[in-house]
């Protein structure tokens, strides 16, 4: 009897593939899967954001199998041997029975970045998947992959086996599949989750909930909008009124800018490479806290006073020297809002005042300010970073920025 149901089967890619897997287990070895199964079985959860709940996504009841019974670890042992994987990084071994109507709809198995964090910071992804089919006497109920057009029928002891993330960890998005619904009879089989390394539950929670704890003391509009209002450090500010005092009848008038439409003069700092670089030490270590990314300082150009009719066109910064920046307010005589975009590819309007700074993302969302200036000076800086080498060494998170 044919697994593999007849349907246009479009052609897999050469690097995924589905493998077959006949009479994986006997005919006496599913009977017995079975009847363990069945002694806990409870409600199939869903696992959603990195939460679990129950849902009309799935209608199947689940037993997570104890690797006390000899039998299980038997058969953990030749799906290991069968894959080359040490044991240790299979999940353990989950039984679901289907009855009558129920179902799985679509879904992966390896976890999105956001489930990484909670069930993978430890053990890595499910790299891959072994299933086993416990019966046959059923209608409906086939292993659907959409994405390649297959459909498997259940055939009692066979087994597939497919990758959800290639050799480089990069997602397998033809993995996705589904159950579809039971006609007729009952449906029976055991799933097994292959991890990146050692499966470590208890650590990937610990790990999760320190990430989280540290994750809360992040600006509330970060995680929305990629970006977020704080408060300039008085250091700096202290910093900058010192040079302005020295400063303030050196400008230069500014020409040749691509995005800046108007008048706009620049008091430059490089006669103080000492203040603007402890200006860079001051904001770096809350820069990589939030973008959880090793920075370098990259340039700080001067002070930017725009003058009356003055716009900055919507743009992207260079990648190579503004992966994050901070635009910081020291004067204005007049609102003037900087309009920058979402992590929803959204418009979002932001006022600063004296004191106050935008972190952003430069390089990777748009930002200016597209209207008119209608006062007579804004007066303003940039701060800029840039990645650093995976080696460099860890900052210690900055008791100089305040959110607001």
Known sequence: MEILKTMQNKPITSNWDIESLPNFLTEQECKNLIALGQKDLKPSEVGTAGERSINDFRKSQTTAYCDC?????ALKNKIADHLDVNVDQLEGLQYQFYTKGGYFKEHADYFDAHNMKKFGLASGNRIKTLMIYLNQDMEGGETMFKAVDRAYIPLKGW?????????????????????????FGEKHIVTCWI?????????????????KTEQDTLPPLYGNKAFAKVKTPEEVTNIVTSIMMKEKDNATKEKGITEIEGDTNLFSLDKYPEQRDRIHEI?????????SKRLEPTHIY?????????KLAMHRDRVSTHIVSFSVCYFKDKNWPIVIEGRDHAEYSVELEPGESLYYLGAKYEHGRPTAFEGESYINFYIHYKLKAKKAKKTKPSSHIKMI
């Not at 019974?69 to 670890?73: G, N």
């Not at 904001?283 to 973008?291: D, G, S």
């Not at 001067?302 to 003055?310: I, Q, T």
């Open 69 to 73: 019974s000899k039998q299980v670890m």
């Open 159 to 183: 087994g597939l086996c497919w990758d959800n993330v290639d050799e480089n960890g990069k997602i397998q998005m033809g993995s996705k599949h589904s159950a579809e619904k039971v006609t």
């Open 195 to 211: 991890r990146e390394k050692a499966w470590q539950p208890e650590l990937d929670e610990r790990l999760y909930q320190e990430w």
């Open 283 to 291: 904001f770096r270590p809350f820069a990589e806290k939030i973008a």
């Open 302 to 310: 001067g002070l930017r006073e725009y003058k009356n009719g003055a």
